[in-house]
């Protein structure tokens, strides 16, 4: 049985996820097109809630959150917001979605993309006065939801831990 | 034992709850995050501390990674000047052609202008200082269009300086740190520009939405835009110089007046950040704060609205602070008594004659800037 040591399920994506945004965020443009910027959080964020209840997770998601923001230079709070919202979705629907098969949690992850997304519209929506540009949202949406398969694999390596809450 | 006789199994209900707190704590500082956000304003202290310690961390870690990327353009760069040199060659002597031939328009309209300047007595704006910097990091995202400058306080950046490409306006620092600057890009969701359509001054504000083209709102007129127009920056309210390119107006797939930006035709790695301080910095504030303003007399008083009844309560002034008497210089400066206008003089025969006109009077025909 794999051990559920939070550093392990929590600690090392954590830091994944940091390192990929700094990646991702050089200035970089090939054949005139920018390099997309995925939200990386979001894989981690669906695997913890669905892997066991914590109290460490939502901490390590409002400071990923907070990162993005600080990082990317957005409105404060946007994306701590936006990913706290998603997680305790797949919190309280996690009894309806352990066991199921991966193409059913895949829509499953394409719904708490889109209601993450959804909510940094709303906090756009609030603070700005403006809504985003469809394209744009879409365009990054698209690129995020491409990052499922590594929340599966998260998912399958820590499911079976912590056997109280299969 | 069975499975609900095992005391670990109650330890299911508390986490539970207590991971419930969690998420409940957790969005309860994301809404306060979100409702003590300043992002949108231009003042310096509105980015606050944990910012400027995260970009004055990011830059460098944004420059050292980014290094590697700046290699392989410049070799993929040279591999392809290798490869199209003759293509390029053919291309860069048509544009030489026809840079020759902009340049002695060029010439001609330089001395054409300069004439009309010594003609008006035009007071130019004065050449503006920059500074030059690198972008370490890009955010571009629909929340959040962005970039990180290497470059900050210690080469005095501060927050609404404009910002530059080679080919048109970027963004305005939004944030300064010792190392770094925060650039807010046209195209992000909270930026507003005071633009104008070249062709014609009409006014518009830039809108950023997130998206690659930001929108023109706020167009008066029945056809204020016409595709291909140049937008260049208006200089309304002051934060940026007038006249700087923004773009090329485009109508976008909804309908909506766009700008295509000229800082988009090439990649954003090195930028010019200008030293703009508002529309003060086109006096000399030493001058200014050197010469000595006469006080005020009753004569000023009353030339600002105040009616003569009002002139004894000047007695209540402390003497400390009172006005010494100054007719005679206040009479000197004024400039000869104006005619009264022609149905003042009808209507009111009686009337005694016009008193000297204020000094506040004087300065106003000096301060009208010649039509241009």
Redesign the interface.
């Known amino acids: 049985m794999t051990t559920l040591a939070p550093w392990e399920w929590i600690g090392v994506p954590f830091l994944l996820c940091v390192f990929w945004t700094?990646?991702f965020?050089?200035?970089?443009?090939v054949f005139g097109l920018?390099a997309p910027?995925p939200?990386f959080a979001l894989w981690p964020v669906f695997a913890w809630a669905m892997i066991r209840?914590?109290?460490i997770?939502?901490?390590a998601?409002?400071l990923l959150?907070?990162f993005l923001?600080?990082?990317?230079?957005?409105?404060?709070?946007?994306?701590?917001?936006s990913l706290?919202?998603a997680?305790?979705a797949v919190?309280a629907a996690r009894p309806m979605m352990v066991g199921q098969s991966a193409q059913a949690m895949f829509i499953w992850y394409l719904a708490v993309s889109a209601l993450a997304f959804g909510a940094?519209t709303m906090?756009?929506i609030?603070?700005?006065g403006?809504?985003?540009?469809p394209?744009?949202?879409a365009?990054?949406y698209g690129v995020t939801i491409l990052l499922f398969p590594f929340s599966l694999r998260l998912i399958e390596r820590f499911e079976d831990a912590d056997v109280?809450?299969r | 034992m069975s499975f609900r006789d095992n005391p670990l199994g109650e330890l299911k209900v508390p986490l539970t709850w207590t991971a419930a707190i969690a998420i409940l704590i957790a969005l309860v500082f994301a809404i306060t995050l979100v409702a003590t956000d300043r992002r949108g304003e231009i003042q310096a202290e509105a980015y606050g501390v944990t910012r400027k310690a995260a970009d004055a961390v990011a830059a460098p870690v944004g420059g050292l990674v980014a290094k590697p990327v700046g290699w392989a353009d410049v070799a993929v760069e040279n591999i392809r000047g290798y490869f199209f040199a003759v293509s390029e060659n053919r291309r860069l002597k048509q544009e030489l052609k026809t840079a020759r031939e902009w340049r002695d328009r060029a010439l001609a309209l330089d001395n054409l202008n300069e004439r009309y300047r010594v003609l008006l007595d035009l007071k130019t704006d004065p050449p503006i200082p920059m500074v030059s910097a690198r972008i370490v990091t890009d955010a571009r995202g629909p929340f959040a269009n962005t970039r990180l400058a290497n470059v900050g306080k210690e080469k005095g950046v501060k927050a609404g300086y404009p910002v530059m490409s080679e080919n048109g306006l970027v963004g305005r620092i939004i944030g300064v740190t010792t190392g770094a600057s925060r650039v807010l890009l046209l195209t992000d969701v909270t930026s507003r520009t005071p633009v104008m359509v070249e062709r014609n001054n009409n006014r518009s504000i830039l809108t950023g939405d997130g998206g690659p083209n930001p929108r023109l709102e706020f167009l008066r007129g029945s056809d204020p835009v016409k595709p291909g127009d140049r937008i260049v920056t208006s200089g309304d309210g002051g934060v940026l110089p007038r006249g700087l390119p923004v773009g090329i107006a485009a109508k976008g797939l909804d309908g909506r007046w766009r700008v295509v930006l000229a800082s988009d035709r090439a990649p954003i790695d090195y930028v010019r950040i200008m030293r703009f301080e508002d529309f003060a910095q086109l006096t000399n504030q030493a001058e200014l704060a050197r010469m000595s303003v006469p006080p005020p007399s009753s004569l000023a008083t009353a030339s600002v609205g105040v009616t003569p009844s009002a002139a004894p309560a000047a007695g209540t002034v402390s003497s400390a602070v009172r006005p010494k008497p100054v007719a005679a210089p206040v009479t000197a400066a004024a400039p000869p008594p104006r005619r009264p206008a022609a149905p003042a003089t009808r209507s009111a025969p009686s009337t005694p004659p016009p008193p000297q006109a204020p000094p506040a009077a004087t300065l106003a025909p000096q301060s009208q800037d010649p039509p241009l």
Not at chain 1, 25 to 29: E, F, G, S, T
Not at chain 1, 69 to 81: C, N, S
């Open positions: 700094l990646i965020a050089i200035p970089l443009r920018h910027e939200v209840p914590s109290i997770a939502p901490a998601v409002l959150g907070y923001d600080i990082f990317w230079g957005g409105p404060q709070g946007l994306w701590a917001l706290l919202v997680y305790a919190w940094g906090v756009m609030v603070k700005a403006a809504v985003p540009n394209i744009a949202l365009w990054q109280r809450f």
